[in-house]
């Protein structure tokens, strides 16, 4: 979920260095209300926000409560179709004329030009918009985690048989931002716009309210569909794709595209592939069902030609609207796991289960106290904590629903 403000005090994160700036506007409960936002961006004759969309908290004054965008309780439907919010060019952080729609994902100049804007603070053109990202919280993502967080997780995930991989998160800063974009590593501004951007950004674009919808590809949930400008110059809009009613939340999809989806292919024009490890790596949560999920039981040195050789399988974990059980849905059942990838299942699942029964006795040894919340890594935060066990949590529930499904195909195989 990519709106996280007063996280910082919660969760005792750090937030970007800043100087001071205008405060943020709230409502009569306290919450963030994005009134700045909104007004800036209507104020541009290509400016466009419903009057029914609310910025604000699920439970309005519960600072626990999920920030996010919804229809105004005492306002009208949003019917299908309608445009949500409509940004203009001039008012997203893009890569200039480099912007590519449909060939270019990600960007150096992009991320440059954010640190310029966090820079500039209340003297950016963008001050609304950029006044709420310097709000948001640091260390939510792995990559960004302490040392400890990082080598529990690694220990977790059974360094390197379950995803996401550690080549996707544990060195991403350094590999992609400070060698690939030449960064300095000692730029606290230009790291703050590097995770930014990796947890935000819509393919090299940041889009003020559009990036504060929440995820899910629950077809009872998912309401809107996003189009990104055709070229540089042109708005981006946020369009309902159902009748959302007064008090219900707006969801965006982060993955819209992966296999799970029940995506037009045609409507696929971003790179959003993406499945349930990879949204952990890069926001930090684990999304709701249904769920995209790829095991790789092979070795690395193993002969792809050999017989029992188990390539890598890809399967949908969903949750059946009737009897609230989980199932793991396979595209073609000849891609189910054999005997040697089943045994292998079973092995990840054990050692998970291992790692749970040490969870008091760990805690213990990783996590900070109250009296130590320093940053030198020798502990992990709360918050590398708590969502290391939430993952840890979908992992087993999906290696379990795998195991289920493989079983009952082998019982049908065997008659």
Known sequence: MRAWSRFCVLFSFFCIPASASTPLPTDEHGDYNGSDLIEWIKSHPEGDVHPSLRIGRERPG???????LFVSSDGDAIEKGDVIAQIPWSHLIHPDAKYDKRRKFFSCRAIYNLAKELRLGERSRRAPYVRYLLTQPRGIMPGEWTAAGKEFLAEVLGRGELPPYEETWRETFEETWIEGCSADEDDEIGRAAF???TSRDEDTLMVPVYDMAN???DPRRLNTRSFKPDAAGDPFRLVASARIPPGEQIFNSYNRCNQCSDVDEKSCDTFSHSRTPDLFANFGFVEDHPQNWEFDPSDDDEDSSDDDYEAEFEFCLERDPE????????????????GRGVAWLRTQYQRLAKIFGDKEKLEGELVRGGDDEGDDGERMTRWEWESIWRYHGALSQALDAVIQSTSKELEWDEL
């Open 323 to 338: 009897s609230g059980e989980l199932e793991a849905l396979w595209e073609d059942e000849d891609e189910l796991p054999g």
């Open 62 to 68: 519960d600072p626990t409560s999920i920030l996010g």
């Open 215 to 217: 995820h899910s590809n």
């Open 195 to 197: 995770w930014l951007a």
